[in-house]
Structures are given as structure tokens and as C-alpha cells.
């Protein structure tokens, strides 16, 4: 029996996984792999291959990455290709149906949520911020909407309190390969179907902006705590230490909840254990910070060379 030819797209770091275990299976031929276009990075706005272009490479598969995917040329290249099954995660684009149609088998996604919850650009970082307690993978039948297709099958993982955006990004990773390698055979078998995706409980997941970062006091501690982690590490989360000229960014990398209250945004204490800051309901003890232009500091550190006064209120409050 000839190997099941797969054509995979995506882009971000994420989707290395999915792409590592599709080239390990000898049941599955991965005839070319598709991702956005070079982009600048960097500080100095280097031009630069993503993730997977970078992976695809290694392996010495052909790498497709068209401006737009809706490109007539582009999608006779697919065709040309003759595709058994296309498998997305992480590309960047939404399919036009002359894609979705193209392969016998139909285009799969690797969706980083328990689909209909968070549909969109950043479901890892927005369960995270909205307090979630579940998470997981979804493998999906695409359609022409955005991850609204019928699901194939799912698998779960409890949010620790100790995750945060990496970490959970990682684990869903690995976890989304797994459960991919898991699907296409019973997929191509029809012992999987596809079953619709359920009318309750949809939610969505904007693309996160570098504003998403800054703390807003006057919101209760633990959800500041949420956001942190979600939000870390890009845009960070980040408040303003008043200055002479002008407020100075601080970055929170590390902070705790305490049952502790005080205005929001006041310092209630600041000493070598951290420090306290007044939220909407109880307070947040920050314990690694860094202030624009400087290191990442314990509070302690950062104490010793910038004192905050008790009663200093912090941010736009």
C-alpha cells in the first residue's frame, strides 16, 4: 500500500510537533510543506525563516510559501500535487473552499482548544487569562468558517497553576501530534467521524495585542495573576512607576496572590519578600520584575536600587 501523500501548512513553532510526527510515520509521505512568507524579526528586523520552513528544511521537504493562499497559481500547485489529505495548524491563513475541497480526504486542523471554546488566534493564551481550568486539542474537518468545522476527536488536560503560556503551549504541542498520528488512520478508515460542532458554549480568542499586557488595578488580583501568566512571554504584563519625566514601564515577571487589600494600584508594602500592590479584590505580591531599559530583577534586587514608598500608586489608575 503506497504511503498516504500529506501536504502540511503551518508557520509557528507550535506546529514543528505535528509536522516531526508526520515525517516519522512511514505510512505517511509528507510531499511538501507550505508557510507564510519570510518576515522581519528581531531587534533588527532581520529577515528570517519561521519555525516550520526552518524544520522542513532539516528534513530536505519542498517548501511552498505563497503571499495568499486564495492564489489561483498557488492552488494549482496543490492540485498538481495530488494530496491525499492536507493538514493544518498554526498557518496563518483561512483556506478558500477551492482548498478545503482539493484532497480525497479534506484539510484537518490542529486546533490548540476544546473546540467551540476559543475559536481564533490565541486560545492558549486567552484560557489562561480567563481562568480556565481545561484545556486540550482538537483535530477538526475544516470548513470555510474560522475553526468551525466538524470535530474528529479531542483530548484534555487540566490547567496546573503553575502553567503559563509556554509551558502549556509545549504540552499542547506534543499533545496535538499525538492525537493527529492518533486520527488519520481512522479518519482514512471511516471508523472516525466527524460530528458537528455543538451551538453552546462558543467563544473566541482575538489575536493578542501589545495593550492585552498592561494591568488595569481595579480588576480583581487573581485575575491580574491570570493574565500574567497568559501573557507572558510576549506582550508581557506590565504596569508604570511615576517618574520625574515621564512614567516608566515595569514589567511583571513573577507575582502571587495575597489576601491582603489596599486601593487599587497603591503599594501597600515593599520589602526583600516583594511587592504588595492593592487590586479590585485582595492584592498583588510582585516577586521578579524589570523596568524598561534595565534586567530582570527579584523584588529584592530591584528594592535595593529603586525604593517604593508605601502609598505609591502604580499605573493609570
Known sequence: MQPLRVIFMGTAEIACPSLAALCANPEIRVVAVVTQPDRPKGRDLQVQPCAVKQFAVSQGLPVWQPDRARQPDFIQQLAAARPGLIVVMAYGQILPPAILVLPPFGCLNVHTSLLPKYR?????????????TETGVTIMLMDAGMDTGPILTQRTTTIQ????????HDRLAQMG???LLE?????IAKTISARPQPAEG?????KIKKEDGQIDWHLPARMIWNRLRAFTPWPGTFTFLPGAAKPLLLKIWEAEVVGESAPPG???????SGIVVGCGREALRLLRVQREGGRRLSAAEFLAGHPLPVGQVLGNV
Open 120 to 132: 481564533g488566534a490565541a486560545p492558549i493564551q486567552w484560557a489562561l487569562a480567563r481562568g480556565e
Open 161 to 168: 497553576a503553575t502553567d503559563n503560556a509556554p509551558l502549556l
Open 177 to 179: 501530534a499525538a492525537l
Open 183 to 187: 486520527t488519520i488512520p481512522g479518519w
Open 202 to 206: 462558543v467563544s473566541y480568542a482575538p
Open 266 to 272: 497603591q503599594v501597600r508594602a515593599a520589602d526583600s
